[in-house]
């Protein structure tokens, strides 16, 4: 064990670091054995607090970096919708690419895809994704939910598989004032027409 008198001069500083991390000190000059143990007592503490730190920093980057970058945009939209009027709005606007007074779920998806850097057709038609990529059994985040309803189709976007409950990110469901917003489907969906999967390769490196 190291000759603790030689450290005298640091008491100033390992004071103030123990006032910091809220640890009683007492600054009678020297360093006996009780001084020694709760100094390695902070040290070890201040070194698992960091730690502990760095980890969550990594493992959020991990997560973040593995998450589908649709599901990230789509995400960031949830609460955005119609305004003034069903189908209508600043919001509706661009998600129709400019447009007013249609239904927009697709122009949704388009948006999203758009915006997350895809190489895909802008296309105000849910069914039209049933051409665009494959159907799958077993969906996962990023892929596409088609669905049938009354006039036509539906599709949403997957963020979220948990055994037989799918959670997605959809825009214009329910009545006015519609706005994205997540769905959670328990089990198969009566109306599913399908799930797709876009080919990860129109994804743009930049986006």
């Known amino acids: 064990m190291k000759d603790w008198r030689?450290?005298?001069?640091?008491?100033?500083?390992?004071?103030?670091l123990y006032s910091k991390a809220g640890l009683p000190y007492e600054?009678?000059?020297?360093?006996?054995?009780?001084?020694?143990?709760?100094?390695?007592?902070?040290?070890?503490w201040?070194?698992?607090i960091a730690l502990s730190f760095l980890l969550g920093i990594v493992l959020v980057g991990i997560a973040s970096a593995a998450e589908p970058a649709l599901v990230v945009v789509a995400r960031a939209q949830i609460g955005?919708?119609?305004t003034w009027g069903d189908n209508r709005g600043a919001y509706v606007r661009k998600y129709l690419n400019g447009k007013e007074n249609l239904p927009w779920c697709a122009g949704f998806v388009s948006y999203c895809f758009r915006r997350a850097g895809y190489n895909m057709p802008y296309t105000l038609r849910?069914?039209?994704?049933?051409?665009?990529?494959?159907?799958?059994k077993k969906p996962i985040?990023?892929?596409?939910?088609?669905?049938?309803?009354?006039?036509?189709?539906?599709?949403?976007?997957?963020?979220q598989v948990k055994g037989d409950t799918i959670t997605t990110i959809e825009?214009?469901?329910?009545?006015?004032?519609?706005?994205?917003?997540?769905?959670?489907?328990?089990?198969?969906?009566?109306?599913?027409?399908?799930?797709?999967?876009?080919?990860?390769?129109?994804?743009?490196?930049?986006?």
């Open 126 to 136: 849910a069914k039209d994704y049933l051409k665009y990529g494959k159907q799958v």
């Open 141 to 159: 985040p990023g892929d596409l939910i088609v669905l049938s309803r009354s006039g036509g189709g539906h599709v949403g976007i997957i963020e």
């Open 27 to 44: 600054g009678n000059g020297k360093y006996g054995e009780d001084k020694r143990r709760r100094t390695e007592q902070f040290i070890k």
């Open 80 to 82: 955005n919708g119609e």
């Open 171 to 207: 825009g214009n469901t329910g009545k006015y004032p519609s706005k994205v917003k997540r769905i959670v489907y328990k089990g198969k969906p009566k109306n599913l027409i399908a799930y797709i999967r876009i080919n990860r390769m129109k994804e743009a490196h930049n986006a």
């Open 46 to 48: 201040a070194s698992v």
């Open 6 to 16: 030689e450290y005298n001069d640091a008491q100033k500083h390992l004071k103030d």
